[in-house]
């Protein structure tokens, strides 16, 4: 069984302000992938970051990191300085070992008031 | 350099009718997938498709859902006798390696089926 938990169904912040979005997932995989992806106005979803299970270092990528914790099956993405143009929703998804597909998570409504 | 392409962007039909959704992937994937994406609610996977062949579609409803990917043209989802349930969000995806070796998912922006 597999799960993907995002509890914040919607978020606002000021612009300039730090932001986290939280994921929690469920596997009984040992081997695993975990995903976030951005799905602006427009409606396309666009990659952000993938990461393997094994791999436990966090991921800086300009305002964007990742805190990825195995301990507590959490996939934490926080946007640093936020700006106008990061409001879109944000999926996590986990793709199990041999799985076909992803499982994406509920989505993060992000909303970033100028 | 074009990435997916799905039409058409927004589809309405009126129940009963029957509704064509089209995709076309990234130039050289031979890996399609098909999301539907109910509002407020994460996509959940319906099929996944190689070329000319359903790899997996254990996401799809058992009646009215078909889903193909000839070898010449784009990858086609087809809903039968359409219900209002049906209106939602298809997104469709697709990516270079197999499923088993997949990496990440090019997404398309999705066709909007309101179903009246």
């Known amino acids: 069984a597999q799960k993907v938990t995002q509890a914040q169904t919607e978020i606002s912040v000021v612009e300039k302000e730090d932001v986290t979005l939280d994921c929690v997932y469920e596997t009984r995989d040992t081997t695993y992938y975990l995903f976030w992806y951005k799905q602006p106005p427009s409606g396309e979803l666009v990659f952000l970051i993938r990461r393997n299970s094994f791999d436990e270092q966090n991921e800086i990528s300009g305002r964007y990191s990742w805190n990825f914790q195995k301990s507590t099956s959490s996939f934490n993405f926080t946007i640093t300085a936020s700006q106008v143009v990061d409001s879109a929703v944000y999926f996590c998804?986990?793709?199990?070992?041999?799985?076909?597909?992803?499982?994406f998570g509920t989505g993060t409504r992000l909303t970033v008031i100028p | 350099n074009a990435g997916v392409m799905q039409n058409p962007r927004h589809l309405v039909r009126r129940r009963g009718q029957e509704a064509r959704l089209r995709c076309s992937p990234v130039k050289g994937h031979s890996h399609v997938y098909w999301y539907r994406q109910l509002p407020e609610e994460g996509l959940k996977f319906m099929v996944y498709?190689?070329?000319?062949?359903?790899?997996?579609e254990s996401g799809m409803p058992k009646e009215r859902f078909s889903a193909e990917f000839p070898k010449e043209g784009p990858s086609i989802l087809r809903i039968q006798q359409v219900v209002r349930g049906d209106s939602a969000a298809y997104f469709c995806?697709?990516?270079?390696?197999?499923?088993?070796?997949?990496?990440?998912?090019?997404f398309g922006s999705g066709t909007q089926l309101s179903v009246l």
């Open positions: 998804a986990l793709r199990q070992t041999g799985a076909n597909n992803l499982f």
């Open positions: 498709l190689q070329k000319e062949n359903i790899i997996d």
């Open positions: 995806a697709s990516s270079p390696r197999a499923g088993r070796q997949l990496e990440k998912l090019f």
